[in-house]
């Protein structure tokens, strides 16, 4: 099992910066793809990032590509969402996802999820 904190979120300025992070425990965390995944008023949950066990291997969906970049520590078990240049339409709740070994940015294949943290971005 694997237990998911996220943390971060809040409200900001359209153009500003936030970080988001995701606290892992439960199991060996560098076995772990980690993604981002947010789900904003009224619209479906969809990909945001994912990084590789090692980290040396990310994609960003196309909304964020320059604008947000993941990372992660595995010796402090977390993984980070950098956020720059924010838009209103970057406004939702944005999720902290595991699963083990395997590409994916679907979010049905992530085994494990966080309880979401809020963004929310304003004009």
């Known amino acids: 099992q694997v237990q998911l904190v996220e943390s971060g979120g809040g409200l900001v300025q359209a153009g500003g910066s936030l970080t988001l992070s995701c606290a892992a425990s439960g199991r060996t965390f560098s076995a772990l793809r980690m993604g981002w995944f947010r789900q904003g008023p009224g619209k479906e949950r969809e990909f945001v990032a994912t990084?590789?066990?090692?980290?040396?291997?990310?994609r960003h969906a196309d909304s964020v590509k320059g604008r947000f970049t993941i990372s992660r520590d595995n010796a402090k078990n977390a993984v980070y969402l950098l956020m720059n240049s924010l838009k209103p339409e970057d406004t939702a709740v944005y999720y902290c996802?595991?699963?083990?070994?395997?590409?994916?940015?679907?979010?049905?294949?992530?085994?494990?999820w966080g309880q979401g943290t809020q963004v929310t971005v304003s004009s």
């Open positions: 990084i590789s066990l090692s980290g040396i291997s990310t």
């Open positions: 996802a595991a699963k083990r070994e395997g590409f994916s940015i679907v979010s049905g294949d992530y085994e494990y």
